[in-house]
């Protein structure tokens, strides 16, 4: 087996990918997000972009997704497509016994059958079984969950194979169970605590939190209780303990003047649905040891990484693997989802030829990733005279499905998420995610914190009636100011501005004349109730190991090139990207790599253990200057728009501070006495841009054009490479380039000088064309800081109006109207397209969709969106809703990811507001017509 | 036991497309995505649920919008469709001069994100501009009209607005799929 370095195997993962003709109208384009892109024509109308880097080939239908590639469309590959089909278990009780081919004719057995008998034989494994779960379920052992994979057919024609899948689709004969199981008692996948005590004012020191102390890790190995027993004098978790029960018992026995409630709220199993089924096309090449991959993924670095230990411990060759992220989308469901690895399986049992693995709707909703259902209860203690809030206690129980993936760290967040906008002088949060035999839950939007925000503005709602303070009032009095810490006792970045959407919302005609508009609705509408329902959250960004790599580069005739980790999943990171250029370079991006998985200019490694590594671990590593502690992270988490703009505008800064500065400067000092600069006191912080040309003070005007030109002529520095890293603060470091002291919020450098650089310079650049900057020092955020969990946030209020047939329980939403803070937007267009995607999604939640986790469930493979209810435009009030962005305070506050926050005050804003309409407080989601009509019979 | 087969030809895009050999029961999806390589039409669901494989079948009546995923090919023998990939104006070598109009309001208005549901939407929208030609509407029915027309489509990134703000502004800027009287111009806010 060949040995290969990173680098060397993924270097050639942006090949190019060119058309093919099938008819003579058009040409079959594949315009996956890797290849290199210019600039789409016409883009730019007075300084302002007219539409998505990604529009034209979207809007006409090319081939962007990895679901429209065939192997014809591939250079270099086989014209021959061979299909695969992924069987999975659709019941658990009893033991697999194999695939059962008699119920299929001899011309539709399969060209190559994959079992797990197979695999073990060639030494094929899961890369990080615990994570994923196992490759494949062995003959003879009782399926762990529903939907596991238990075999692989392949079919080299299309032909066959979609007549073998028509045999076996559907079919309970397809697999072959024997004895039936026990179904066994399954350890949960993890467990967590977070207790904080405040201090007497939220300023003062807090007495006890996770940021200054410690979390609290559940272990299930032990006795009756999971949690550590209670020792004021003990250790850290120990006295988490005893503040946790000393919280406890004075909610049992509160003082006088405090009234405390209870609330519970249970949220429902979701598939996110996202449009383009799991999928992929794959080939391997055994003669030269060559795994070529097409796959829609959020994670394609992990994807990759993955891919190359599992083939490499394996009797396969490998000596290649090159990944081709396709445009694609996902809300989670393709973050690290574990499709691409029964891709590249399929390639390798493909005989040489490719294989391409498409789920159908069923598959996919039988196997991919679904949203935790979480039952959360929650003791809220308040003070009967100011409505403040004093303590609170709250216990989640997640649903984790078939396999860990990523459910203990869901559960954290919603733990953590759960207090929203408000402030608690203490609390006690716990969650426990359990293992079942549901299909896994994972990564959806929200990312738990759907589930646990919601739970409180409902809770928030019943208190405001009980104590009757109006429900926005009792928000505003209970808000998290800034500079109070939140429940992990972290003080969160910049100022907390939920309450301006608060102002807004009590202020609009929707909520001020709702008593008015309900009594005269309901007089117009017999048989309908009318109600108004507001909720208020904010949610964090970012993923705690936030990690970007970006290179800039200008060249001779005056354009700039970009290579970036930023992969697209809709969300129109790409082309938000592209404009992050302009602050500093006065110029949008001209050429961009997306989706870029190899940085020879930037020779770094790392064992991508941010939220595990030891204090003195991180010390030691970090004195390597080619160490970071993450390479990038996936695209989700609503990460792009704050933590990849942040590379980007590092690398624009630095390219401009080193390279297109010192150009200007070479022109403003030309000639005696300093040139037309030497009167003048010239500052660097007096630059800015206009009409794309770079003006100081009363210095000549100079195109960017020029300055490009100049700065190859004379060698200055032409194109930088950076990575970041953000553990809830960014790593900082220092430089020195060329004798000139660097620093910034990044925490590795490569620079390339222009074409004019003299020959020792020219070869220090022997790192994909540039030299890397060793650092000379280096900041990380303490490994302590990952208890933070959150300290970005981004807000959502949004009100909601609707009706209720009282015969049907039918919910009608009349409008909504939402406000949102965000910094400043780089695309407002996308911007408002987030929140009127995100609340769509949202009403979904509240209102239609749901999935039974067993037996009946998604994991049986016949589920469909014939019975799985999605909103629909009539479903969202479009023509009806309002989203209000206010505005950011300095041209420099920095934009906010918003992806997922504005999906979720809706969800709580339609119970708040079918509560108003019928009287009665659901707990439930979704509330269907049914439920509904059910309570109010 | 091996398959019945059909000898299918249909017009696609405007040109003429077999005969082809294919199983009789092979939906026109697959038969666009597998055998003609056109993969601009998507597949959602396979139910004629979600409408990602929107098409337009253009019959005598008028254009219709079909979903080919469960549209049969032996219906759509000697049928002519237009996928997405027939709706801009392409050159010899198939880049794209310029888009449809309805192609030309969803990009400006921001309509899509993903874009996986965009060529059903394109379908819908396109053939909901052609029957007005035929039959205007009235000014203020514009905006039923178009989420009648659009409903079936599912999107889920979206919301919808801006699809049906860019089919509104399609509608109501061109001349002659209205009645009433004509502003100046309308436009989305």
């Known amino acids: 087996m060949v040995q290969l370095s990173r680098r060397g195997f993924l270097k050639s993962a942006a090949s190019s990918i060119v058309a093919v003709h099938v008819i003579p109208l058009h040409k079959a384009l594949a315009e996956l997000q890797s290849a290199p892109q210019h600039q789409p024509p016409n883009w730019i109308r007075d300084g302002k972009i007219r539409f998505r880097q990604d529009g034209i080939p979207k809007v006409t239908g090319n081939k962007v997704f990895a679901i429209d590639i065939r192997a014809r469309d591939m250079p270099g590959w086989p014209d021959t497509q061979s299909h695969a089909l992924l069987l999975r278990a659709d019941r658990a009780d009893r033991r697999f016994e194999g695939v059962n081919l008699a119920v299929l004719p001899e011309d539709l057995r399969p060209d190559a059958l994959v079992t797990d008998a197979e695999v073990q034989r060639d030494n094929v494994s899961m890369t990080e079984e615990d994570f994923y779960g196992r490759l494949l379920l062995p003959a003879g052992e009782a399926p762990r969950y529903l939907g596991q994979p238990v075999a692989l057919l392949i079919y080299h024609d299309y032909a066959r194979f979609r007549r073998a899948r028509r045999r076996l689709q559907f079919n309970p004969d397809a697999l072959k169970y024997g004895d039936p199981v026990k179904l066994p008692d399954l350890a949960p996948y993890g467990g967590a605590r977070y207790v904080r005590i405040g201090g007497d004012t939220p300023d003062a020191p807090d007495r006890f939190s996770p940021l ?36 406890r018992e004075e909610l049992q026995n509160p003082p006088d003047g405090w009234s405390v409630y209870k609330g519970r709220y249970r949220s429902q199993y979701v598939d996110p649905a996202a449009l383009e089924p799991d999928n992929g096309n794959a080939w391997y090449d055994p003669d030269k040891g060559a ?27 490998l000596s290649e693997l090159r990944l081709h992220p396709g445009y694609t989308v996902g809300y989670g469901q393709k973050e690290h989802h574990v499709l691409p690895y029964y891709v590249a399986l399929a390639a390798l049992y493909g005989e040489g030829r490719p294989v391409r693995l498409a789920l159908d709707r069923y598959s996919h909703f039988q196997g991919a990733i679904k949203r935790h259902p979480i039952d959360t209860e929650m003791t809220l203690a308040v003070e009967r005279e100011t409505g403040l809030f004093q303590s609170l ?49 994972a990564s959806m939007r929200g990312y738990g914190t759907l589930q646990s925000m919601v739970a409180f503005e409902l809770l928030v709602d019943e208190v405001a009636g009980d104590l009757g303070i109006d429900p926005i009032e009792l928000r505003r009095r209970n808000l998290m100011h800034s500079g109070m810490k939140n429940t992990q006792g972290a003080i969160p970045a910049g100022t907390m501005r939920a309450g301006e959407l608060l102002d807004a919302a009590q202020a609009d005609p929707l909520w001020t004349g709702r008593a008015e508009r309900k009594q005269q609705f309901e007089s117009d509408n017999p048989g309908y109730r009318y109600g108004v329902g507001v909720s208020c959250v904010q949610k964090d960004y970012g993923t705690g190991a936030e990690a970007a790599l970006v290179q800039l580069e200008i060249t001779p005739d005056g354009e700039l090139h970009m290579r970036h980790v930023a992969s697209e999943i809709g969300c129109g990171s790409t082309t938000s990207q592209m404009l992050m250029t302009q602050r500093h370079l006065g110029r949008y991006a001209d050429r961009v790599d997306f989706a870029v998985t190899d940085w020879p200019s930037l020779p770094l490694h790392s064992r991508d253990q941010p939220y595990t590594i030891s204090q003195e671990d991180q010390d030691r590593r970090a004195q390597d200057p080619h160490w970071v502690p993450r390479i990038t992270s996936p695209r989700s988490a609503s990460n792009s728009a704050y933590y990849f703009s942040h590379a980007t505008t590092e690398a624009a800064r630095l390219l ?25 006191a010239v500052r660097r912080d007096e630059a800015e841009w206009r009409d794309g040309h770079l003006v100081a003070g009363a ?16 060698g200055l520095i032409t194109g930088v490479t950076v990575h970041t890293f953000n553990r809830w603060a960014w790593a900082t470091a220092e430089f020195e380039v060329d004798g000139t002291p660097v620093s910034g919020a990044i925490d590795a450098l490569s620079v390339k000088w222009g074409e004019g650089a003299d020959a020792a310079k020219k070869a220090r650049m022997s790192d994909g064309g540039y030299a890397f900057q060793p650092r000379r020092q280096v900041e990380y955020p303490p490994v302590q800081r990952n208890n933070a969990s959150v300290v970005y946030y981004a807000p959502v209020a949004t009100m909601v109006e609707l009706s209720v047939n009282t015969g049907s329980g039918e919910v009608q939403i009349l409008s909504h109207k939402s406000w949102m803070e965000c ?15 995100g609340i769509a999604m949202g009403i979904g939640h509240a209102l239609y969709e749901e999935l039974p986790l067993y037996e009946d469930g998604p994991g049986n493979g016949t589920w469909n969106f014939n019975r799985y209810r999605l909103p629909r435009a009539r479903d969202v009030a479009v023509w009806s809703q309002q989203g209000e962005v206010i505005a950011p305070l300095s041209a420099t506050d920095p934009p906010k990811g918003i992806a997922e926050v504005v999906m979720i005050p809706v969800v709580s804003a339609i119970c708040n507001a079918v509560h108003d309409a019928t009287g009665k407080r659901f707990h439930e989601t979704p509330l269907t017509a049914e439920r509904i009509k059910e309570v109010l019979a | 036991m091996s398959e019945r087969m059909l000898s299918v030809t249909m017009q696609i895009n405007g040109e003429k497309v077999g005969p082809a050999d294919l199983p009789e029961d092979l939906m026109l999806l697959e038969y666009l995505q597998e055998y003609l390589n ?152």
């Not at chain 1, 200007?664 to 037309?676: K, N, P, T, V």
């Not at chain 1, 910094?823 to 995607?837: D, R, T």
């Not at chain 2, 899509?112 to 000014?139: D, H, I, M």
């Open chain 1, 393 to 441: 206690a709250a216990d989640l129980r997640a649903n984790g499905g078939g396999t860990k993936n990523f459910s203990p760290s869901v559960g954290q967040v919603a733990a953590t998420a759960l207090q929203g906008i408000h402030y608690f002088p203490k609390s006690d949060l716990s969650v426990q995610v359990d293992a079942s035999r549901a299909p896994n839950a």
């Open chain 2, 38 to 189: 056109l993969t601009g039409t998507r597949y959602g669901c396979g139910q004629g649920v979600c409408h990602a494989c929107a098409v337009i079948h253009d019959a005598p009546g008028g254009p219709e919008v079909v979903p080919a995923c469960i549209t049969g090919v032996a219906w759509a023998n000697g049928r002519s469709f237009r996928t997405v990939e027939g709706h801009a104006t392409r050159d010899i070598d198939g880049n794209v001069t310029q888009l449809s109009a309805v192609q030309q309001a969803f990009l400006d208005h921001f309509s899509f994100q993903c874009s996986y549901c965009t060529p059903g939407f394109v379908a819908a929208a396109t053939a909901l501009v052609e029957r007005l030609q035929s039959a205007p509407v009235a000014r203020e029915d514009v905006e039923d009209v178009v989420l009648e027309a659009l409903n079936d489509n599912i999107c889920r990134c979206t919301g919808y607005v801006r699809y049906l703000e860019a089919t509104r502004d399609v509608i109501l800027n061109t001349p002659g799929l209205t009645t009433g009287q004509v502003a100046s111009r309308d436009t989305a806010t």
């Open chain 1, 656 to 680: 401009f501070e080193l390279g297109l500065w010192q150009a200007a400067l070479s022109f403003w000092q030309e000639g005696i006495g300093g040139g037309q600069a030497g009167p003048l």
């Open chain 1, 212 to 247: 200054a102390d410690t979390t609290v890790f559940a272990n299930f190995d032990q006795g009756n209780s999971p949690w550590p027993p209670a020792d004021p004098d003990g250790d850290a978790g120990a006295r988490a303990m005893a503040h946790a029960a000393a919280l």
């Open chain 1, 823 to 837: 910094g400043n937007m780089i695309v407002p267009e996308l911007v408002s397209g987030q929140l009127q995607g």
């Open chain 1, 699 to 714: 210095l000549q005007p100079l195109p960017f054009a020029d300055l490009a030109r100049r700065a190859h002529e004379r």
């Open chain 1, 291 to 317: 795994l070529h991959i097409v796959v829609g993924t959020q994670s394609p670095f992990t994807n990759a990484d993955h891919i190359e230990k599992m083939v490499k411990r394996s009797r396969f060759d």
